[in-house]
């Protein structure tokens, strides 16, 4: 088995550190040797957060190094856009259709064309927010939804009923229908 080397990166308040430990513990309870680490930024709102996930055999370092992305996770398309100087030439790009302007940040549309110009047909562009805020009138549960998309299109080597165990096992108990719905809802799409 071939380690999986996958970077998330997204702004505080996304849910990036549930999502790593969402993905932690379904590769860990499918026998994976499991490394996480949030590399850079701040999990305060609106602050840019980066996280690495090593799962497979034997895992050595949480560190995802340049070019050795298998997935790349944008909660964000900036911070998506952000992390394409570490995309390898076998690197899978799935992004989250959602634009958070700051002061200075350049338009969408000129986000969108240097994702499309730079990652081509690796590039998976998901309306995860969009569908989420219209399914479930919540959408904070992207990334749950694009965990699911991921696993559903072979992009993460992870199982369905893996994931599913474990929402119930990191998240406490008043989030678990909402969560397991954004995940299904993927499915579905």
């Not at 996280?51 to 997935?71: C, E, I, M, N, W």
């Not at 927010?129 to 992009?155: A, D, F, P, R």
């Not at 474990?166 to 579905?188: C, S, T």
Request: charged share 25%; with cysteine; glycine share 8%.
């Amino acid at each position: 088995m071939k380690n999986f080397n996958i970077i998330i990166t997204g702004v505080g308040g996304q849910g990036l550190i549930t999502l790593i430990s969402v993905i932690n513990q379904a590769a860990f309870i499918e026998g994976k040797d499991v490394r996480s680490s949030e590399l850079h930024g701040l999990s305060q709102r609106e602050g840019s957060v980066e996280t690495h996930v090593k799962f497979g055999k034997k895992v050595y370092s949480p560190l995802v190094y340049r070019g050795q992305a298998d997935l790349i996770m944008g909660l964000e398309i900036l911070e998506g856009l952000r992390a394409v100087n570490r995309v390898g030439s076998q690197t899978k790009f799935l992004v989250n259709n959602y634009f958070l302007p700051f002061e200075d940040s350049p338009r969408k549309e000129k986000v969108l064309d240097d994702l499309k110009k730079n990652l081509g047909k690796n590039l998976f562009l998901v309306n995860a927010s969009e569908i989420c805020q219209q399914n479930l009138q919540n959408e904070v549960v992207s990334g749950i939804y694009l965990l699911g998309y991921g696993i559903s299109k072979k992009l993460i080597p992870l199982k369905k009923e893996s994931v599913l165990k474990v929402i119930k096992e990191v998240m406490p108990q008043k989030y678990w229908d909402l969560n397991i719905k954004a995940f299904n809802l993927a499915y579905d799409n």
